[in-house]
């Protein structure tokens, strides 16, 4: 049966791709142990293009290009940049991207934790800040202080169990980068994580991501000993009007019984060809896999 041809996914040129702007976003890449700098100046699904300053070009899909993307303060603090999709160029992965969230939340007096952004980025910003201590005593303390803020930020990743940690981490992330372009302060009121979280509806027409970013915030203030406010209707209405308008919608599981799993596996499942079926006897014996049940 003839079905027509898609159309080939259409060149971008110019303009901003989430937080890559087109024709000026810088690239860096070791080739055989020299570095080159090259700068994106094309998108076509799933594809960037990069052309080298010494005329080599080369296409990289998102994932590729993250690691060789060198990005800015200004670009990584311009609000025009921030967007919520990172399926396909996660930007936890761009070089110094992590360390930048880290050191706008020293900044406000805040610390993520050392298994979302890595023991350094947390360290930068307190060492630079006592750098010219010269006294003996001083260099004591300040030494001593940078070994127990590290241990604590271990403490605090150590004390949530790795799962919950993975699953919370870009949604924490992506909140922190939305603060730091809107020049927000920690921790955040009730009104600008509604804000964020009625963005996240008004874009993404879902439940689970305002609820994600949810518990992302009430996270990193309970790693951070601040008061949680998001308890209040002013700072979870975009999630209470979620639930409302989804309410039907809900997860496959939930609705799953035991009875419906064994149904399922009696219609799809089957033997894989060439291995035997063996099941054991009441005794613990073999029994005959063509002997009737």
């Not at 080939?8 to 000026?24: F, N, Q, T």
């Not at 076509?44 to 052309?51: A, M």
């Not at 060198?70 to 921030?82: K, M, N, Q, S, V």
């Not at 372009?181 to 804000?195: E, Q």
């Amino acid at each position: 049966m003839w079905a027509p041809q898609r159309e080939a996914p259409k060149a971008v040129l110019s303009g901003l791709m989430g937080c890559v702007d087109i024709g000026s976003t810088k690239a860096r890449k070791v080739f055989g142990g020299r570095p080159f700098w090259g700068t994106v100046t094309r998108f076509r699904h799933p594809f960037y293009l990069v052309e080298y300053v010494d005329g080599d070009k080369a296409e990289y899909t998102g994932k590729e290009l993250a690691p060789i993307l060198r990005l800015t303060a200004g670009e990584i603090r311009d609000p025009r940049r921030w967007h919520y999709g990172w399926s396909s160029l996660n930007l936890a992965n761009v070089p110094g991207f992590t360390a930048h969230m880290a050191e706008y939340m020293d900044e406000q007096g805040m610390t993520l934790p050392i298994a979302w952004v890595g023991s350094a980025a947390n360290a930068g910003a307190h060492a630079a800040a006592n750098s010219d201590l010269a006294d003996t005593v001083n260099d004591f303390l300040r030494a001593e202080e940078s070994e127990l803020q590290q241990f604590h930020l271990g403490l605090l990743s150590s004390a949530r169990s790795t799962r919950t940690l993975r699953n919370y981490r870009l949604a924490a992330i992506k909140l922190v980068w939305f603060a730091l372009t809107r020049k927000w302060t920690w921790p955040l009121s009730a009104t600008h994580s509604d804000w964020y979280m009625a963005k996240l509806y008004k874009d993404q027409d879902n439940i689970g991501a305002p609820v994600t970013a949810k518990n992302a915030m009430a996270l990193l203030c309970s790693m951070n000993g601040a008061d949680d406010p998001y308890k209040l209707l002013s700072a979870t209405a975009a999630v209470q009007a979620a639930r409302r308008d989804h309410k039907h919608v809900v997860k496959k599981s939930a609705a799953l019984s035991a009875a419906m799993v064994r149904a399922i596996n009696r219609r799809y499942s089957f033997p894989r060809r060439g291995r035997v079926r063996v099941r054991h006897g009441p005794v613990g014996g073999l029994q005959n896999p063509a002997a009737p049940r």
